[in-house]
C-alpha cells in the first residue's frame, strides 16, 4: 500500500473500444453434428440461431415448422473466440477492464486460459479488471455458453419440489422438468402463446475493452427531487470509482437540447480510493418541462459532468433526461381505490398496448425496428406501452424513441409468471440485476413505473397448475414458497426501486392491488381480462367490466396474407395444416377464432377470405373493449390492450405483424384512441351516445345522428349541440329501439354518428342493430376507384352507392402502407387515403385490390 501510493497518478481520460470482430464458435458438448463442432464465424452481438443461419448450418427457424427441428441447437453448449491486440499504450493504463453488457445465460469467460467470470444471468452488466491476465500483443477471449436446460435440470432433480412455470403450459419442458423458474433467462426464450421455443445462447449485447487511470464516472444521474412549471430542484449524482485518494475537480453544465448550456459551476472533491459518491444540487426556473403525447412538449435537457485531476480530464459523461413530476395516484373514492398516472400535475388516461420482444433474437432487432412500432403507436394516438415482464429489458434507443414521441413507459422486471425460489445467491443476483437495469434506464422520463413481475401474484391465486402445485406440498412449504414471493417482490425489487428510481413509483406485479386484497379486481389495483378470447365469452362482456385500469385483454387474428407467404406455401392454407398449427402458439386459437367468427359472420369463402375476417374480427372487439374503457372515464383511468407487436410471424393478438404491417386493429385504434371519440353504446333496446375527450380545453361541438338505410337514403336526421368538458366521458343523448324500428327495418338500416367542431369531423362511428350475419347487406357492393400520383406519394379515392364495410385496400406484395384502411365506405361519401411507395404508378394500379366484408362471405345457397 505504502509503494502504491508512491506511483504517480495518471489522469488520461478513461477510454473504450468495442470487441466485436474477428469472432468464431463452435459447438463444445451436447451435438451431434460434426459440422457444428468445427469453428465458424460468428457475429457479436449476437446468438447462435443467428450465427449458425448465417453460416447457412441451419435453415431458416421462422419457416415453415422448423423450430420443431431446431431444439437440439438450445441443448448444446458453445465457444466463442476472438483474437484482440493489446499495445504498450493499452496496458501502460493503470487499469484496463472487460466490460461485458450482456452474456446469455450461463457463460464461463477466459482470457488467454485463465478464468476470469462465470456468468449466470443473462440481464446484468459484468466488469472485469483484465491488466493482469492481458499481454502485450494477441490476446486470446474464450467464452463457453452452457445450455440453460441442461445445466439446470441436475439442480431442479436435486429440489425437494419444482416451482411452477409457464413453460410447461407453452411449450413443454425437457425431462418435463421446469428449469425457468431458477434461470435469469428471458422467459420467452422458453415458449409463450404467442412465440416459438429458441433456447438463445451467445454475447447477445457489446463487449467493451476500456481503460483508465486515475479515475472513471461509474454513473451520472439527475435525480428530479421536486418539479414544477415555475422550478426544478434536482441534483446531479455522479458515482466515482478512484484508483487512490486523490484531488479533482468536478464541473457540470446543463442545458435544452436545441439551447445554449449553462455552467453550473466547478466542486472540488477529495476522492478516496474506491467509490464514491458525489452529489450536486441544480435549480432551473421555469423549466421546459416534458409531457406524454397529447399533453404537451417532449421537453429534455442535456446534463454534462467533466472531472479534472490538475489540468487533465480524467473522466466525463453525459445524460439526457426530461424534467417531470410522475405520481401514481391511489386514493379512496365511490367505486374503491383510484389507479391512475398523474404527471406534472394532470390526470393522464393511459391509452396503448402491450410490448412484447421484437424479434425471438434480439440482436436482430434495430433502432429502425423500434423507430417503426413505436411511431405506429403514437401515430394510433398511444400515449403508453407496457414493456412486458416476459421477455428483456429493451435496449437505449428504445427508451430514448419513447422520450422522444412522449409514449409512457410501464417498465416490468423480467418475470413472465413463474414463481420463484428464495435461495440467497438467486435473491442476490436478481437485487444486482435489478440495480444494473434501474441505473442504466432511470433518467428516461418516459418511464413513469417499475413493475415487479407479469401475472405471477394472480396467478398464485387463481392459475388451475398452482392451485395443484400448493395441494402437492405441505402447508409449511407454501408458506415458504409465497414468502419467497414477498421477500422478492415486497422488498429486494421495491427497495432497490426506492433506493435507484426515486420517485418513480414501483408496483408489486400485474395485475394487483398491492398486497392489500387479492389481485386482478375491479376496484383496487389494475387488471387483467381473459375471459373474453380463453373461457370463449361473448365480446359484449367488457362492457361488463369497470377495472381502475386494464393492462390486459386482447384477442387474436392472423397477420396478412403476405406475411404469412413469408413462412407457408399454398398446400399450408388452411387453419389446421401442420404449418398453421406450428404458428399458432395458443392451444385451439385458430378454431377459436372461427367460433367466434361464425357467431357474428357468415362462413369465409375461403383462406384469404378468412384471414381477412379474422383482422376484422379482432379490430371489432377489441374496439368494444377500448371504448368502454374510455368511457368509464375516470373510474377507469388505463386502457393497455394485449399486444402490440410479434416476436416472429404468427396468428396472434398483435395490432402489427412481425414485419411492421398495420393490422386491422391498428388502424382501429388511431379511431377509438383518439383524443376526441364519440362512442355510441348499444344496450337494453337503447343507443347511450357518449363523448369522450382527453383534451385539456373545453370543447364546442355538434353531434349529428343519422338513420341510413344500405343504399344511403336518410330514415332519420338529428343534430345536438353539445359542450364537452375538459377531460371528460358523458352521454349527451340516447335512442331506443322502439324509435328506430319505427323509421327503418333493423336488418337493412344502420346509425351514423358524427361529432364536428367547428364544421369540421372529428370523429365518426357506426352501429348496426343486428348481428352481421343477420343483416340484409349488399352483396359484393360496387366500389369506384381513382388512383392519382401527388407530390407526396399516391392518393386513392373511393365511392360506393350503396354502403360497403371493412373497406380493405392492399397491393400484393408490393411495400405500402396506407394513410387508413378497413373503414367503411359510405354511399354518396366518398374517402380518399394517401400512401407512399417507392413502386411506379402502373406497378400501383397493376396490384390495387380492394376488398370488402361482404365479398369474404360463402355465397348464400339459393
Known amino acids: 500500500m505504502c509503494s502504491l501510493a508512491g506511483l504517480p497518478l495518471q489522469a488520461a481520460e478513461a477510454s473504450s473500444r468495442d470487441l466485436d470482430a474477428g469472432w468464431q464458435f463452435r459447438a463444445v458438448a451436447n451435438a451431434d453434428r460434426s459440422d457444428v463442432k468445427e469453428w465458424h464465424p460468428a457475429q457479436v452481438p449476437g446468438v447462435v440461431q443467428t450465427d449458425l443461419l448465417r453460416d447457412n448450418l441451419i435453415p431458416d427457424p421462422f419457416d415453415k415448422d422448423n423450430e420443431f427441428h431446431l431444439q437440439w441447437i438450445g441443448l448444446a453448449d458453445w465457444e466463442y473466440q476472438t483474437t484482440f491486440q493489446a499495445d504498450a499504450a493499452t496496458l501502460a493504463h493503470t487499469h484496463v477492464d472487460l466490460v461485458f453488457e450482456g452474456l446469455d445465460t450461463f457463460a464461463d469467460v ?32 474464450r467464452i463457453v455458453f452452457h445450455s440453460a436446460i441442461e445445466k439446470m435440470i441436475p439442480y431442479a432433480k436435486s429440489l425437494p419440489y419444482i416451482l411452477p412455470s409457464i413453460s410447461t403450459h407453452n411449450y413443454g419442458n425437457e425431462e418435463n422438468i421446469a428449469t425457468a423458474p431458477y434461470t435469469r433467462k428471458a422467459p420467452y426464450n422458453y415458449g409463450w402463446d404467442w412465440g416459438p421455443r429458441f433456447m438463445t445462447e451467445g454475447i447477445w449485447r457489446p463487449v467493451h475493452l476500456e481503460t483508465w487511470d486515475a479515475l472513471r464516472i461509474e454513473t451520472f444521474h439527475i435525480h428530479q427531487q421536486n418539479i414544477t412549471s415555475a422550478l426544478a430542484n434536482v441534483s446531479a449524482e455522479v458515482e466515482i470509482e478512484a484508483s487512490q485518494p486523490v484531488t479533482a475537480t468536478l464541473n457540470f453544465s446543463h442545458g435544452e437540447l436545441s439551447a445554449a448550456r449553462n455552467d453550473d459551476g466547478d466542486q472540488t472533491l477529495q476522492l478516496d480510493a474506491g467509490i464514491n459518491h458525489v452529489c450536486f444540487s441544480i435549480r432551473i426556473a421555469e423549466p421546459k418541462l416534458w409531457y406524454p403525447v397529447g399533453y404537451g412538449a417532449q421537453s429534455r435537457y442535456r446534463f454534462s459532468t467533466a472531472i479534472r485531476v490538475g489540468r487533465e480530464v480524467a473522466a466525463n459523461a453525459e445524460t439526457m433526461t426530461g424534467l417531470r413530476s410522475i405520481e ?133 391465486y387463481h392459475w388451475g397448475d398452482r392451485q395443484e402445485f400448493k395441494e402437492s406440498i405441505s402447508a409449511d412449504a407454501r408458506d415458504r414458497v409465497w414468502l419467497d414471493y414477498i421477500i422478492m417482490f415486497a422488498d429486494i425489487l421495491k427497495s432497490a426501486v426506492t433506493q435507484y428510481a426515486d420517485p418513480v413509483p414501483y408496483w408489486p406485479s400485474s395485475p394487483s392491488a398491492n398486497f392489500e386484497e387479492v389481485p386482478d379486481n375491479q376496484h383496487n389495483g389494475d387488471m387483467h381480462y381473459w375471459q373474453v378470447w380463453h373461457a370463449q365469452a361473448p365480446a359484449s362482456d367488457y362492457t361488463l367490466q369497470f377495472p381502475r385500469f386494464m393492462t390486459e385483454y386482447g384477442f387474436q387474428s392472423f397477420p396478412e396474407m403476405r406475411t404469412i407467404r413469408a413462412f407457408a406455401k399454398p398446400e399450408d392454407f388452411d387453419i389446421r395444416s401442420a404449418v398453421m398449427q406450428a404458428h399458432q402458439k395458443n392451444k385451439g386459437g385458430n378454431e377459436r377464432i372461427l367460433t367466434y367468427m361464425l357467431r357474428e359472420y357468415r362462413e369465409p369463402k375461403d383462406f384469404a377470405s378468412f384471414v381477412y375476417l379474422s383482422q376484422v374480427q379482432q379490430a371489432e372487439i377489441i374496439k368494444i373493449g377500448a371504448e368502454h374503457l374510455r368511457r368509464q372515464r375516470p373510474r377507469t383511468m388505463g386502457s393497455l390492450y394485449w399486444q402490440l407487436n410479434d416476436c416472429w410471424p404468427v396468428a396472434s393478438w398483435a395490432s402489427i405483424d412481425y414485419y411492421g404491417r398495420w393490422k386491422a386493429l391498428h388502424y382501429y385504434a388511431r379511431r377509438f384512441y383518439d383524443d376526441v371519440l364519440i362512442s355510441p353504446f348499444w344496450h337494453d333496446d337503447k343507443v347511450d351516445v357518449y363523448v369522450v375527450s382527453d383534451k385539456l380545453q373545453l370543447i364546442s361541438g355538434t353531434i349529428h345522428m343519422r338513420l341510413l338505410d344500405f343504399a344511403g337514403k336518410v330514415l332519420l336526421d338529428q343534430t345536438k349541440d353539445v359542450q364537452v368538458p375538459a377531460q371528460s366521458s ?30 369540421k369531423q372529428v370523429s365518426r362511428n357506426l352501429v348496426f342493430l343486428d348481428v352481421t350475419h343477420n343483416l340484409d347487406l349488399p352483396v359484393a357492393p360496387k366500389i369506384e376507384s381513382d388512383l392519382t400520383k401527388t407530390a407526396g406519394g399516391y392518393g386513392l379515392t373511393l365511392r360506393t352507392s350503396a ?4 373497406v380493405y385496400v392492399s397491393f400484393g406484395d408490393l411495400d405500402v402502407h396506407t394513410s387508413d384502411n378497413y373503414f367503411d365506405l359510405l354511399p354518396g361519401e366518398p374517402v380518399t387515403i394517401a400512401f407512399k411507395t417507392s413502386s411506379t404508378l402502373d406497378q400501383v394500379r397493376g396490384a390495387l385490390k380492394i376488398t370488402s366484408l361482404t365479398e369474404a362471405f360463402q355465397p348464400a345457397v339459393p
Open 110 to 141: 477466459y482470457l488467454n486460459d485463465q478464468a476470469i467470470l462465470r456468468a449466470d444471468n443473462m440481464f446484468r452488466r459484468w466488469r472485469i479488471p483484465a491488466k493482469a491476465q492481458l499481454k502485450p500483443g494477441s490476446n486470446i477471449l
Open 328 to 460: 401514481l395516484r391511489r386514493v379512496p373514492d365511490e367505486w374503491g381505490k383510484s389507479f391512475e398516472f398523474v404527471v406534472n400535475g394532470i390526470s393522464v388516461f393511459a391509452k396503448g398496448a402491450d410490448v412484447i420482444p421484437f424479434d425471438s433474437f434480439p440482436n436482430r432487432v434495430t433502432p429502425e425496428i423500434h423507430r417503426n412500432i413505436l411511431q405506429s403507436a403514437r401515430d394510433a394516438h398511444m400515449n403508453m406501452v407496457r414493456e412486458w415482464g416476459g421477455g428483456y429489458y429493451e435496449s437505449d434507443d428504445f427508451y430514448d424513441i419513447c422520450d422522444e414521441l412522449g409514449i409512457m413507459v410501464w417498465q416490468e422486471f423480467m418475470f413472465g409468471g413463474d414463481m420463484v425460489p428464495g435461495d440467497l445467491a438467486f435473491q442476490e443476483n436478481v437485487r444486482q440485476e435489478a440495480i444494473d437495469q434501474i441505473k442504466r434506464l432511470r433518467d428516461h422520463p418516459s418511464i413513469v413505473i417499475w413493475c415487479g413481475n407479469n401475472e405471477v401474484e394472480t396467478g398464485w
Open 730 to 759: 358523458a352521454i349527451y343523448f340516447s335512442i331506443d329501439k322502439p324509435s328506430l324500428s319505427a323509421k327503418g327495418d333493423p336488418r337493412k338500416s344502420f346509425l351514423v354518428f358524427d361529432l364536428q367542431v367547428a364544421g
Open 803 to 806: 354502403l360497403a364495410r371493412n
